[in-house]
């Protein structure tokens, strides 16, 4: 048997959850453990003005199903620069930026690996501590060799700055940083700007290349250029760098994987050359991209009147997160919930990081139906005006009853 040796792998945590949960009858039950948006009723949503486009495109017998060209449809990776990057950028106004449509905000990022390792000869990549878990397998299966820079106290729930710097100048010249643009997955807690310019410095200075992964790009302030700072101050700070960008969570295009990478050069001298080794990249991947996806995205980011309506629809999911963060946080403390939950309305975006610890999450799982991640990141997209009490009420008990585990 060619298979005979495969062992059963580990089940990927999140669509295990989501699995658990759909098969769990119990009426109470809460999901807070995936990364994509709900309505107040806790449904999926599509955008009013998604729906829109793909009316429009629907009637439109001018659309067929050919082939995209390699790097993706031209008009949706001119698009995602620009609301990268704003429309005043002098980096795409010199012509030093690329852009290639991915498989999401995941095949960007393997994308943007792939080309550093085999054309500027990337071997080290970091990741914070913690991350996102695919980032490492993503840059593992890539071949690099994988570290980590300290990002979170635990303790005070915070931005450990001064140990993310140090961490930063102990890396070795050359090395990949896998920075979060914007709404780090999972803490929710960014750099300020006077941080970010302090990486920025010590990158520099050690000669590191930065790939930014901005996944939630409208998601933490409802504001996309505000959304975008970080990106945009390091290309003003003129350096080379790869950035993920992903639609699936501003569009809610989840299962149509739209992404793009952007890879931001020094001038236009080797913007050919690398988009000739870029498309060389895909064809061996995945041959060409899909185009609906890309269709919508660049149909919205084309007409003012729909991109206005695309952002009124990306705030509203903005808003709503940033209500039900401070609802969580008023129902804990007037439960006297023990310890400080300050931290629920100081992060931003989908997640919360809570500070729930392995026990006590998998207490809120078996006891109340309430599907999160085991090292206590919950979706707050998840939580709503109907379950918000019940949510608070069973981490009030877990943090009174279930003792820390002495192993974390």
């Known amino acids: 048997m060619a298979f005979s040796s495969v062992k059963l792998a580990p089940p990927i945590e999140v669509f295990a959850l989501v699995s658990a949960f759909n098969a769990d009858n119990h009426p109470d039950k809460v999901n807070v453990s995936v990364g994509a948006y ?15 486009v793909e009316a429009s495109m629907a009637s439109d017998q001018a659309l067929n199903k050919e082939y995209l060209p390699v790097a993706g449809l031209g008009a949706f990776t001119e698009a995602s620069v620009r609301i990268l990057l704003g429309e005043d950028s002098t980096a795409i106004q010199e012509q030093r930026v690329l852009g290639i449509q991915a498989l999401g905000g995941t095949g ?10 085999q054309e500027a000869n990337k ?9 996102w878990g695919n980032h490492i397998g993503i840059f593992e299966k890539a071949g690099y060799e994988v570290r980590k820079y300290n990002y979170w106290n635990a303790e005070k729930r915070i931005l450990d700055i001064e140990s993310f710097k140090k961490s930063l100048l102990e890396a070795p010249e050359g090395a990949v940083v896998v920075l979060h643009a914007i709404a780090h997955n999972p803490t929710g807690i960014d750099p300020s700007q ?3 310019m302090e990486i920025a410095a010590i990158m520099k200075e050690r000669h590191l290349y930065p790939f930014m992964d901005i996944a939630y790009q409208g998601f933490a302030s409802g504001d996309l250029d505000a959304d975008a700072w970080a990106v945009r101050y390091f290309v003003n700070q003129r350096f080379e760098m790869c950035v993920a960008q992903s639609f699936s969570k501003n569009f809610g295009l989840y299962n149509e994987r739209v992404g793009c990478l952007a890879v931001i050069l020094p001038d236009n001298s080797l913007l050919s050359a690398l988009k000739s080794q870029m498309e060389l990249i895909v064809r061996k991947m995945f041959s060409n991209p899909p185009s609906h996806g890309a269709r919508i995205v660049s149909a919205v980011l084309s007409n003012p009147a729909l991109t206005t309506e695309w952002k009124e629809n990306v705030k509203v999911m903005a808003d709503r997160i940033k209500l039900m963060r401070q609802k ?4 804990l403390r007037s439960l006297g919930t023990p310890g400080t939950w300050e931290h629920i309305v100081q992060q931003i975006g989908m997640f919360s990081f809570t500070g729930l610890n392995v026990r006590q999450c998998e207490f809120l799982t078996k006891e109340y139906h309430i599907y999160l991640m085991k090292n206590g990141r919950i979706s707050m997209a998840g939580v709503t005006l109907k379950n918000v009490d019940y949510l608070a009420t069973a981490i009030h008990e877990a943090v009174t009853t279930v003792a820390d585990d002495p192993k974390l």
Do not use: F
Not at 108 to 117: P, S, T
Not at 123 to 131: D, E, G, H, K, L
Not at 328 to 331: Q, S
């Open 123 to 131: 071997r080290i990549a970091y990741v914070s501590s913690p991350t």
């Open 328 to 331: 969580l946080y008023e129902k």
């Open 194 to 196: 006077e941080q970010w």
């Open 38 to 52: 709900r309505t107040e009723e806790a449904k999926p949503w599509v955008l009013p003005v998604v729906r829109k």
């Open 108 to 117: 960007a990022l393997r994308l943007g690996a792939d080309l550093l390792h």
